[in-house]
């Protein structure tokens, strides 16, 4: 029924160790403010680097502690949570705060968590357009919020208490970096979490964005829109889901063997989800390397990074039994919906 398989990542607890995590300037990066806001989930926490001006591309490299070696036999995936890259025209050497403009972002990754990753590429499309409130707040992309999840999938598995490094790197093109030579770059998470692969119902998922906005009637009766928040969800039906994907581990005979790995579950996404955000990754792609890239890659990781949903589940994950039914070995199937706050 469905021919790809989409991720959902979760932290089994927090991921980074307390004073071990640090972002500094790697190229071309004149400042770095709040260096903690990457590590903390909250997006309203966010760093802020800005780049040299007029450079073609800048980057930072980032080293952090793991706190746990819990789940370290599975599959990762990283992402920058909450980007935006904004970029202004020059007024005597300084940025023209009036010009602001929301770029089309432009990522390479190169990471060593447990084996040394080869420099990948993401690519978000961010709306060029600011939206002005009924306030006079500005809010840039109405569709994205301004802020794009940047997603790098297949980075393998994570071993417990190295210390592991990331390269962020924003590339930009030589026409917009001569229309607007200031840049700057907004990350409000740096998320790592183990990857649980999902098939969900093409026929079933549906994304959905809409504006939580806080309305009066005038006396013309009609709505103002004031200051808003944007939300988007995600709902789907997952099939096939077998009791290894529910609890992580299975029985292998009538004694009470069990299996010596777990692997990522439900129910384990279930606890993390009580305070953690977790990430549905529903058109996952990667890795692509940077030499290899072609324009329909690059379409699929905009795709990816345009879908991708990071928050939390806004009801129970409804789970039944599927259309396999055999028993113990029986499949089954579970509805969710998940909510990202902007």
């Not at 390479?108 to 993401?122: D, F, K, R, W, Y």
Request: hydrophobic letters at 40%; proline letters at 5%; a negative charge.
């Amino acid at each position: 029924m469905a021919s790809q398989n989409s991720i959902i990542s979760y932290v089994p607890q927090p991921y980074f160790t307390a004073a071990s995590c640090t972002i500094a300037g790697y190229n071309n990066v004149a400042a770095i403010e709040n260096p903690a806001g990457i590590f903390a989930p909250d997006l309203s926490d966010y760093t802020t680097v800005e780049a040299t001006p007029s450079s073609a591309d800048f980057a930072v490299k980032i080293d952090f502690s793991k706190q746990s070696g819990h789940l370290a036999t599975s599959d990762m995936s990283l992402g920058f949570i909450g980007c935006s890259l904004l970029t202004y025209e020059d007024d005597g050497g300084s940025p023209d705060l009036a010009s602001e403009f929301s770029e089309n972002i432009n990522c390479h990754m190169s990471a060593n968590i447990s084996v040394v990753v080869a420099e990948q590429i993401s690519y978000a499309h961010n709306s060029e357009d600011t939206i002005y409130t009924f306030c006079q707040a500005p809010m840039p992309s109405i569709i994205s919020g301004g802020q794009a999840n940047i997603m790098f999938n297949g980075l393998g598995v994570s071993s417990a208490g190295a210390t592991a490094t990331v390269y962020m790197k924003i590339v930009r093109t030589a026409a917009d970096v001569a229309a607007r030579p200031h840049a700057i770059l907004q990350v409000g998470h740096l998320f790592i979490g183990v990857d649980l692969p999902v098939t969900i119902d093409p026929r079933s998922f549906a994304w959905t964005l809409d504006s939580q906005r806080e309305q009066f009637v005038a006396r013309d009766f009609g709505s103002i829109n004031a200051d808003g928040t944007l939300v988007k969800r995600a709902t789907g039906e997952v099939i096939k889901i077998d009791n290894y994907s529910m609890l992580g581990t299975e029985i292998t005979n009538v004694s009470g063997g069990v299996t010596s790995t777990r692997k990522p579950n439900f129910f384990d996404l279930i606890k993390a989800n009580t305070s953690y955000p977790l990430i549905l990754n529903p058109y996952p792609t990667g890795p692509v390397a940077v030499s290899t890239y072609t324009a329909g890659q690059l379409n699929f990781t905009a795709r990816q990074n345009f879908y991708s949903i990071y928050g939390f589940f806004e009801d129970p994950l409804e789970t039944q039994v599927g259309e396999y039914r055999d028993g113990l070995d029986s499949e089954y199937r579970a509805r969710f919906r998940i909510r990202e706050t902007r």
